[in-house]
């Protein structure tokens, strides 16, 4: 066995990964506002109007990738958490800490955006729907992480406290999905189901895909651009802080 | 597992010597179970549809106050420091302050429960299965719960964010054990959802004592 040659650990220090960050994030920002634009372009101009749902349909372009990303952003968040517990790194605490706004946004929006696709669909903003409902338990889920970690003063306390919300939430999930799913079954809620949607048109769902790289890069940018504030928030009293060139301005 | 049995002692006695603890989260129960029937109307038929949803959110609500009390004492006057550094795992002990917690506030809930039902109107053997799935589904509750208080020790206003921490976490107990009542009178049986709040309660117990002297780890730093 040699050694590896790569050092794994190199950018988990927080002084290395400021300036890594901040030479990546604004191509991240410029790849999803150009995915962004050319999405929209394609979800509003080029896709067909849809023969049963007509135009209103378009607000799955927007609402799909954001529950994707929703999902997606918890799971990473899960991931850190669990490379925190292991490796006990500074930086997968506040990588942590940097995606839950994002996520929680994105939540909110796939909520949002489906009341007002719910409404000229199915009749109504809301039905207890598993998905619908699941959902709205994650979006509770990144609010709770949000306020427990904001609500502990010292950050490497909080960081800590934080694995442990999103560990036991990540296990979780499935488990609140699969009960939702059947308390539904039981009740005969939902008489329309997402899964028997028609089949998409390729252009329909070339623009979904565009739309979803386009937010994974706004999540990207939007992460690495938090965190360097995170990173300069907690090491304030660092030498390596005060001799950055736009301290020093 | 001696050390289990004196931690769960302890904890019981705690328990009798402030009785007002224990009473006022019982009371608490049989008051939200009334509020219902005032605010909807005393009509049996609604009454009876609604009870198992009722009672098992009340039952919810009851635990997580109670939760509270289940580490804050021992936080605030050190022993819970003590219990940190004994030899025995303090997984272990924390699983005897768990089980104390729910002999002291998941117990008197199942025991309390029937009652409450017959208010309510439900027919005998559906207040049979209530009581065992509030039997199997209340230390669910404390297993949970735990891992939030621990969480939420000695963090400002940890009262409101206990509750934001753990009743997403309880959704899945209120669907199973609210279920087994409804699948019961509905003529499908209850034994699905009795045996999976049976499975999910296998699991916490493995899993919540660990996750919850995580958490304390934290606290206690």
């Known amino acids: ?249 | 597992m001696n050390a289990f049995g004196s931690v769960l002692r302890r904890d019981l006695l705690l328990a009798t010597r402030r009785k007002s603890e224990v009473l006022t989260a019982l009371f608490f129960f049989m008051i939200v179970v009334s509020l219902f029937p005032l605010g909807i109307g005393p009509e049996s038929a609604i009454l009876r549809r609604i009870a198992p949803g009722v009672l098992w959110v009340a039952a919810l609500l009851a635990a997580m106050l109670s939760l509270n009390r289940l580490f804050a004492g021992d936080y605030q006057d050190g022993t819970l420091e003590q219990l940190a550094l004994s030899p025995t795992p303090l997984a272990l002990l924390v699983g005897g302050k768990i089980l104390a917690h729910w002999l002291t506030s998941g117990l008197p809930l199942v025991v309390l429960a029937p009652v409450l039902g017959l208010q309510f109107d439900l027919p005998a053997e559906a207040l049979g299965v209530m009581m065992l799935s509030l039997l199997l589904g209340t230390p669910l509750l404390s297993l949970i719960g735990a891992i939030g208080a621990a969480l939420t020790l000695g963090v400002r206003g940890g009262g409101v964010l206990l509750s934001l921490l753990v009743l997403p976490l309880y959704i899945p107990t209120l669907i199973f054990g609210a279920g087994a009542v409804e699948a019961y009178t509905a003529g499908l049986g209850a034994g699905a959802n009795l045996s999976l709040l049976g499975a999910l309660l296998a699991l916490a117990v493995f899993f919540a004592p660990w996750a919850a002297t995580a958490a304390l780890r934290i606290a206690l730093e």
Request: charged share 10%; net charge positive.
């Open chain 1, 1 to 249: 066995m040699t050694p590896s040659s790569i050092n794994w650990f190199k950018f988990a220090a927080p002084a290395r990964f400021y300036p890594l960050a901040g030479r990546l994030w604004p191509w991240f920002a410029a790849i999803g506002t150009l995915l962004g634009l050319v999405g929209l372009w394609i979800s509003f101009f080029v896709a067909p109007t849809d023969f049963q749902q007509g135009e209103g349909y378009r607000i799955i372009f927007i609402h799909v990738p954001a529950s994707w990303m929703s999902m997606f952003i918890y799971c990473v968040m899960a991931f850190y958490a669990l490379l925190g517990v292991t490796f006990n790194t500074r930086l997968a605490g506040m990588m942590s800490s940097a995606l839950a706004p994002t996520g929680a946004l994105f939540a909110f929006l796939s909520l949002w955006t489906g009341a007002l696709w719910g409404k000229p669909m199915w009749g109504t903003w809301w039905v207890w729907d598993a998905r619908l409902t699941s959902e709205l338990i994650l979006f509770f889920l990144y609010v709770g992480y949000i306020a427990l970690t904001a609500a502990i003063d010292d950050p490497r306390r909080a960081d800590k406290a934080g694995f442990i919300v999103s560990l036991v939430g990540v296990v979780n999930v499935p488990v609140i999905y699969f009960s939702v799913k059947w308390w539904n079954t039981l009740h005969q809620g939902a008489s329309v189901s997402l899964t028997k949607a028609p089949s998409m048109a390729t252009t329909m769902l070339l623009g979904m895909l565009i739309m979803a790289l386009a937010f994974w890069a706004y999540t990207i940018a939007m992460a690495l651009y938090r965190v360097r504030a995170i990173i300069l928030e907690r090491e304030r009293n660092a030498t390596w802080v005060a001799e950055l060139p736009e301290m020093k301005s």
